[in-house]
């Protein structure tokens, strides 16, 4: 089965550090990825997204990632952060098979920073 | 230009009995999804409508069902409710439901089961 793993449940980090938020799936198919993220009682944002291209996907926020094949991974980057960025981060994969359009999310990374 | 708005925000019900969630997709969108999240996890995909009709579903059983309304709008009716149903309920909408459009999440619909 298709699935999509978020190797750290909590980060930890200070203001103005930068972090990596590691994110792996498993396919043998071409899929799309994607970063959400998720400030508390608010529905999900789109960070960035990778549907085919380069490999490094620039989104909001100064945030990165880069789409890496042979290890299948997603990890998200942001090279200084702020309290503002103190949230819960969501890694999702779609495109499934042919699917149209649902989306497998990880279980989540809660980002905090501190100052 | 509102965005995804669902309603209610907050609902307690008890074992056994029905609910009923709506939602309102962004304006120029067609498609509506649906997502549970319990608490501490990612969201899991529910189905999907467009077009009026149920295009793909996840693993839910039949208490779970769905509706699209002419004006795209969508409701989610869960029956016979179970502890395990108390979750944050998330709709989201795009155009054309391919994985190339956005999707834009709502705020969610938290569902308290007693």
């Known amino acids: 089965a298709q699935s999509v793993t978020q190797l750290d449940s909590q980060v930890p980090v200070f203001e103005e550090a930068p972090v990596e938020l590691r994110c792996n799936y498993s396919?043998?198919?071409?899929?799309?990825l994607f970063w959400y993220v998720q400030y508390p009682n608010q529905g999900l944002q789109l960070l960035l997204k990778y549907l085919s291209g380069s490999t490094l996907v620039k989104g909001i926020n100064g945030f990165e990632a880069e789409f890496n094949k042979s290890q299948t991974s997603f990890h998200l980057r942001k090279p200084s952060v702020h309290i503002s960025d103190t949230a819960e981060y969501f890694c999702?994969?779609?495109?499934?098979?042919?699917?149209?359009?649902?989306?497998?999310f990880g279980k989540g990374t809660k980002l905090s920073v501190k100052p | 230009d509102a965005g995804v708005t669902q309603s209610p925000t907050h609902l307690i019900k008890t074992r056994g009995q029905q609910v009923t969630l709506r939602c309102s997709p962004k304006?120029?969108?067609?498609?509506v999804s649906w997502y549970q999240q319990a608490l501490g996890q990612g969201p899991q995909f529910i189905f999907q409508?467009?077009?009026?009709?149920?295009?793909q579903r996840g693993n839910f059983p039949d208490r779970f069902s769905g509706h699209q309304f002419p004006n795209y709008s969508s409701e989610l009716n869960v029956n016979a409710l179970l502890l395990g149903d108390s979750a944050l309920y998330l709709c989201?909408?795009?155009?054309?439901?391919?994985?190339?459009?956005?999707?834009?999440f709502g705020p969610g619909t938290r569902l308290t089961v007693l």
């Open positions: 999702a994969a779609g495109g499934y098979g042919g699917s149209q359009g649902n989306l497998i």
């Open positions: 989201a909408s795009s155009f054309g439901g391919s994985p190339y459009n956005e999707q834009f």
């Open positions: 409508y467009y077009e009026e009709e149920e295009r």
């Open positions: 304006s120029g969108h067609d498609t």
């Open positions: 396919s043998s198919v071409s899929v799309y």
